[in-house]
Structure formats: structure tokens, C-alpha cells
């Protein structure tokens, strides 16, 4: 048996033979670009696969953890502009590009490690591992099979209200972040799972390469790089806002009057206006977006009744669906939870009584015999 470098599942090693998992011929697999060549092994412990996201500032590969025999992602730092993959596998870079690319290969390495301080939080990818190698650095993270986002909302009408419950998710687990001091850098409908339960979780991290260190001093410079992330991090959530309610990439202000005037997005005043600041960059902060609860009427600022977050319910429904299908088993439908809810009650009920009906049984023959 071997690992198909595709979907990291077994298969038997024969000449020819594909993936029976995912159809891929690991006899064609090749080297992406300056990508790491699919199959090596990194620490003597992970199997490189293939890449599921190449970007300007990284990779990311699936990959196989052979110490805990688990799929994994791997994330490699790997600017575009600055490097060079030798054929032993180490990242070089030109000498002109040599400072800003160690400047955000450190920053990669710094805050790789720190988002491993959050591995208790549900809504965050898991971080595993940091190290250096190869001339560059990698993150080991959870692997998942969740559609993504981006995916799920392909075909579907979002409106205001489930969006913005959609919206809150995905700002709680971006202000996690932010309370370490970091920040995601690269959000769009893509950077998030949707589980089988309707949650979402944070995952993709980016922006790590800085373009110009400036004149400033070091920590001046580090504050300054921390706001612009929040700021990015701000304009990316009205983005994914705009792309949940309108099914288009919004991440401009013209977009978004143009979308406007067209009359294929309808948003109420105070949610448009925080729209319009986020994507200009003017807010440095989630506390606007956190003030626009999906539970008031958004018109008046009065407290509405609480509406169930349908969007999120559906998600959850139709992925609790998919797996049952896969598991050859049938997803329970309303009626079966209802008794599956209350059978506990009912059979406690049923017990009781005949406890009663047996002590007063019990308690007649002794009259009788009386």
C-alpha cells in the first residue's frame, strides 16, 4: 500500500493504478513551480503531497503526519518574488530581496507559533508545529474535509440578516486573533470551513511578507504592520459580508456602488455605511462590525424578537445530510428527533407508572388479607 500525495488515503502499488479515492495518478504527480517536489519529507515525519492553495506569500500542501498517522496541512513560506527552490529542496533568494524576505519569513515563524496558543479555540484551525527548514519556515495544522465558505455558497440567496449572523461567526474567531496580537491577513469566503454542525473556523492565514521595513523604528514599525492587518483583517469581513448577500466579489468601494446602482443589492443605511468604511480602510477596529446584531431591526436600532440564524441551520442540515449519504445511513428527519428527544422521558414515564401500579396491587392483597 501507499499514499496517494492527492488525498493522502492508501492504495495498493501497482503500475498504472489511480487513486480509487480521488481518480489522481501519483505516477503523474510533478513539481509545481518553486513549490516543494511532492513526496518529501520534512523533520522525518511529514509526507509533502500535493498543493491545494499556492498564493504571492505561501503554499499549502495536504500532507501526512507519519508519527500520528493523520492528514495534515502543511504551509510553507514561499514569496513568489523573492524565491528560488534549489533541487535539494532549500529556498534561496536574490540578494536585492534578501532583507524584506527575511523580514516576513520571520513574521511567519513568529506568528505561526503564536497561533498554536489557540488551539483550544473551535473556531480556529488547529496549529500542530513550526519549525524552520529548507531556508524557510513551515506550519502544521489540521486538515479537514469540510467544504469550504466559498463553496457552500455557491448557488445560494444569503439574506441580510442570515449574513450577518454569518458575519458575527466570522468576526468572533478574527477577534481571537487580534487578542493575541496578530491578525489573518488574507479572509475571503475560502479562509473558512463550514462543519457538519453549521460552524465556521478560520483557517489560511496570511500576509506575511513585508514590502518596505521604512525608516521607522523597529517596534514603531511592528505597530504600524499590526494596524494595517487589523485594518486588512476589516476590509476583508465586509468583503465576505458583501459576497454573502450579493453572490459577487465586493472588495472595493466602486464595486460596491456600482452593485448599488444596479439595484442587485439591497443593505439597510447603517449596515451600508459601516460597508463603505470598512472598504475604504478607515476602520482600524471590529467593533463596528460587532455592532451590527443580526437580531435588531437594523432600520430602527430597536431589539428585535431573536430569529433562528437559518443560514447557519442550513448548513449544518445539508452537511449532516451529506454524511449520512456517504455512511450509506439516512439522516434522522424532524419526527425522529422529536422521539429521539423525548423517548427518555416517555419510557421514565411508562416505568413509573407501572412502579405505582405494583405498589398499589401490592397494597390491596394486603387489605384483602387484612
Not at 91 to 111: D, I, P, S, V, W
Not at 196 to 202: C, F, P, R, Y
Not at 300 to 324: H, I, K, T
Request: proline share 4%; charged share 25%.
Amino acid at each position: 500500500m501507499k499514499k496517494c500525495l492527492n488525498c493522502m488515503e492508501d492504495y495498493p502499488e501497482e503500475p498504472g493504478l489511480v487513486c480509487p479515492c480521488c481518480g489522481f495518478d501519483n505516477e503523474t504527480a510533478e513539481q509545481e513551480g518553486a513549490c516543494l517536489l511532492p513526496g518529501s519529507i520534512l523533520q522525518g515525519r511529514y509526507i509533502v503531497g500535493m498543493v491545494q492553495k499556492l498564493r504571492d506569500e505561501d503554499a499549502i500542501y495536504i500532507g501526512w503526519d507519519a508519527l500520528f498517522e493523520r492528514k495534515v496541512q502543511i504551509q510553507e513560506y514561499l514569496p513568489a518574488a523573492c524565491g528560488k527552490r534549489e533541487e535539494a529542496g532549500s529556498l534561496t533568494c536574490r540578494e536585492e530581496n534578501q532583507a524584506a524576505y527575511q523580514a516576513g519569513l520571520e513574521q511567519f515563524y513568529r506568528r505561526s507559533r503564536e497561533l498554536i496558543r489557540l488551539y483550544q479555540e473551535e473556531d480556529i484551525v488547529t496549529y500542530h508545529a513550526c519549525f524552520p527548514a529548507n531556508g524557510t519556515a513551515y506550519a502544521i495544522m489540521d486538515h479537514r474535509e469540510e467544504k469550504t465558505l466559498g463553496q457552500w455558497l455557491k448557488g445560494k440567496q444569503i439574506g441580510q440578516q442570515d449574513g450577518l449572523y454569518l458575519l458575527q461567526a466570522a468576526r468572533q474567531a478574527v477577534e481571537k486573533v487580534h487578542r493575541i496580537g496578530g491578525y489573518h491577513g488574507q479572509i475571503d469566503a475560502d479562509a473558512f470551513w463550514m462543519t457538519s454542525k453549521g460552524h465556521m473556523i478560520l483557517k489560511d492565514f496570511g500576509g506575511w511578507t513585508i514590502a518596505a521595513a521604512g525608516d521607522d523604528k523597529e517596534g514603531a514599525e511592528e505597530n504600524r504592520q499590526a494596524l494595517d492587518g487589523i485594518s486588512q483583517d476589516v476590509r476583508g469581513l465586509a468583503g465576505l459580508f458583501l459576497q454573502i448577500v450579493s453572490g459577487k466579489e465586493i472588495w472595493n468601494e466602486d464595486q460596491l456602488e456600482a452593485e448599488l446602482a444596479h439595484g442587485s443589492l439591497q443593505l439597510s443605511e447603517p449596515v451600508l455605511e459601516v460597508m463603505r468604511a470598512a472598504l475604504s480602510g478607515g476602520l482600524n477596529s471590529l467593533e463596528p462590525l460587532q455592532d451590527l446584531d443580526p437580531d435588531c431591526k437594523i432600520s430602527s436600532g430597536r431589539r428585535a424578537a431573536s430569529v433562528r440564524p437559518a443560514a447557519l441551520q442550513e448548513a449544518g442540515a445539508s452537511a449532516a445530510e451529506e454524511e449520512a449519504v456517504k455512511a450509506g445511513t439516512p439522516a434522522e428527519g424532524p419526527f425522529a428527533r422529536i422521539r429521539k428527544k423525548w423517548l427518555p422521558w416517555i419510557m421514565g414515564g411508562v416505568i413509573c407508572v407501572m412502579a405505582l401500579a405494583a405498589a398499589g396491587l401490592a397494597a390491596f392483597g394486603l387489605m384483602i388479607r387484612i
